[in-house]
């Protein structure tokens, strides 16, 4: 019942919005960013109304779609879409708080499309059947497309769209053969009625590798990723958040529901695989990130190195690989959308992502650089914050898996000093090149609840860690991992 009032508030908010007056800016902004924290206070009830000692999927909605063809719309949540559903309506709200002073033409449009892609993201976390699953998945690239290709604030914005459309639709095409082959061969494409269904390990490995061209695509991994830096420097501040912050989970996301879920036998075979793919992507991201001059493609391939690190945590088999992985992930939608926030309160100041055009911030924006520098340690992983959960649990469960490469994914953590200080350094210290404004109460609002999470996360984990285990204990199969 409490997923129908979501998302029907959701999509009745949408209607509403459409139906105001187009000179009404102000009352657009006002409606949104109020339906959008509504959503964060239901799924907020999602959470508190969660029974944490069953793996089920809990708040189910069944709805009738082909019934003669045993297709329905399946919605629920678990221990792994929970904390998906709850980051996705938290940075909602904080992204049209950040765009208040948007400016350029067709403000209802850009309102339209976060709020559907909002509707959108919330249906493939909660979305238990993989047919819709998939139409979910590739439908949020349209407004995503729209946001980058109208709102984006450089001349290759049109480029940066299309790279981002075709790289992950190409990739999903494999994954759409597979979704028929499975709807064939079971003759249902539910999650549940697969997951009572064998596949034989050949059949496992070729719907594996089907899979993984499209989720691949979406972490992003090498060699893949090409789109995602380009997506970011061309994307509006509120347009990076949402990719760094979201649309970058739902291949961690796709991952540990299908590939590991569905395929488990095929999962362990292509271990090394992954573990190849996944350590060669930290270190080459990384090493990228510290000869870049742009903040906003800085910190896009350090997005890259952190979800290489989260996909090696889900592929350890372990249970607290996996916890740590999750974890890790809502760190990341944290610290990386509060780091592409604080680029863009420098960018509407001066209009400038060039880490050479700044400097001695520190005497000008005093407030500012606290909340900067409190999100690079967070970047780095810094003891109390919620990145140091995630990587040290991660890392060490990766020790135990192969230790070659937890060895190299730890070097990431190297580099990552070396990119993070470094660009802090050149903003915050030396002489002051720029005098302008301190955050406004506005954008001081935006980054507290982000601040709050990174520490609650840091400080007290065990209240995120308890919801999804019987989910993650129930995935990994002592039989198969072992």
Known sequence: MLLNLLFLFLFLGIVGLVLIPVNRNQLM???????????????????LGFDES??????????????????????????????FVLLTSLIFPLCLLASWSFAKDNLRVYLISFLIMELVLLLVFTCVDLLFFYIFFEAVLIPMFLVIGIYGSRERKIRAAYMLFIYTLLGSLFMLIGVLYIYLFAGSTHFEVLNMIGFSPYTQRWLWLAF????????????????????????????SVILAGILLKLGSYGFLRFSLGLFPLASIYFTPLVFSLSVFGV????????????????IAYTSVAHMNLVVIGLFTGTVIGIEAAIVQSLSHGFVSSALFLSIGVLYDRWHSRVVTYYGGLTHTMPIFIIIFLFFTMANLGLPGTSSFVGEFLLLASAFEANTTACFFAAISMILGGAYSLWAFN??????????????????FMVFL????????????????FSPMHATVSNLVWVDYWT
């Open 54 to 83: 069953t793996p089920k999927f809990q708040f189910v909605v069944d709805s009738l779609w082909l019934p003669m063809a045993n297709i329905n719309i399946s919605l629920g949540v678990d221990g792994i879409s929970l904390f």
């Open 449 to 464: 609840p982000l601040v709050l999470g990174t520490f609650f996360v840091g400080l007290y984990p065990k209240i995120f």
């Open 29 to 47: 902004r006002q409606f949104s960013l109020s339906l959008t924290s509504a959503v964060f206070v239901f799924s907020l009830f999602l959470w």
């Open 212 to 239: 993984f061209a499209s989720f691949a695509a979406k972490v992003p991994m090498l060699p893949v990723h090409i789109w995602l830096p380009e997506a970011h420097v061309e994307a509006p501040t509120a347009g």
């Open 283 to 298: 270190v080459y991201t990384s090493l990228t990130a510290i000869r870049q001059t742009d903040l906003k493609r800085l």
């Open 426 to 443: 050149r903003i915050a210290y030396g002489n002051a090149k720029l005098s302008g404004l301190d955050l406004s109460s506005r954008e």
